[in-house]
């Protein structure tokens, strides 16, 4: 089945304590990204990456890394997590195509989410 | 910058009523556009991708219509069901190729009552 897997799904951790939310899809899309989503202020994006070893900042990076070593995966890292970063993260995966000077996304696919609580 | 806004806030209907849900976009470079469905909690679950080659999408009970020129497209949703009752998403793409991702509307929350 078609998928993006995120994992884990819930996750209650305290002020400063790195963590990896592990994101995996199994679509061999190019394009992959971080979304987080917050009352009011719906959804936003914190990294994206066109392709393995490419990544680029979203509107809200701060306080996340990412890496892209294998197109399957795109872990989102935080490094030092604090109560701000208390949100419900959405990965994305999407196709590309294109063709002379010009490429764009087709349909996105997104996982499950991960409800992550800092304390 | 993309932005996208999306009208009513929240509806609430009875049962087998049609209803349209709206949502504007003030970019209208976009290649496509994309709605969501999201249940209290849960991931996001693409109902229709509209390139902007076309300017009607269907599945089963739902059509979406897509107007670039007017930066405009609704969901129309038929014969209404309490299933039906979700949050639904209208997302555009950021660039016109979307490489800096999508930009979301607010959402509108829908309550089908039985």
């Known amino acids: 089945e078609a998928q993006v897997t995120q994992n884990p799904r819930y996750l209650i951790t305290v002020t400063g304590k790195k963590l990896t939310v592990t994101c995996s899809q199994n679509?061999?899309?190019?394009?992959m990204s971080w979304y987080r989503q917050d009352p009011g202020l719906g959804l936003r994006q914190i990294y994206y990456?066109?392709?393995?070893?490419?990544?680029d900042k979203g509107d809200v990076p701060e306080g996340y890394k990412v890496s892209r070593k294998e197109k399957r995966n795109f872990p989102l890292i935080l490094e030092s997590p604090s109560p701000n970063q208390t949100s419900l993260y959405f990965c994305?995966?999407?196709?590309?195509?294109?063709?002379?000077?010009?490429?764009?996304?087709?349909?996105?696919?997104f996982g499950q989410g991960t409800r992550l609580t800092v304390v | 910058k993309q932005e996208v806004t999306q009208i009513p806030a929240a509806l609430s209907v009875p049962e087998g009523e049609n209803l349209v849900l709206n949502c504007s976009f003030t970019?209208?470079?976009?290649?496509?556009l994309q709605w969501f469905r999201q249940d209290p909690g849960k991931g996001l679950t693409s109902l229709l991708l509209?390139?902007?080659?076309?300017r009607e999408q269907t599945s089963g009970r739902l059509n979406a219509s897509l107007d670039k020129s007017s930066g405009r497209s609704t969901l129309y949703i038929a014969a209404s069901q309490p299933g039906d009752s979700a949050t639904y998403l209208c997302?555009?793409?950021?660039?016109?190729?979307?490489?800096?991702?999508?930009?979301f509307g607010k959402g509108t929350h829908l309550i089908i009552q039985p």
């Open positions: 994305a995966s999407s196709p590309r195509t294109g063709g002379l000077g010009y490429y764009m996304n087709t349909e996105a696919f």
């Open positions: 679509m061999n899309h190019e394009y």
């Open positions: 990456s066109m392709n393995v070893e490419v990544t």
């Open positions: 970019d209208s470079a976009i290649y496509n």
């Open positions: 509209i390139q902007s080659s076309q």
């Open positions: 997302a555009a793409p950021d660039s016109g190729g979307g490489a800096d991702g999508l930009t």
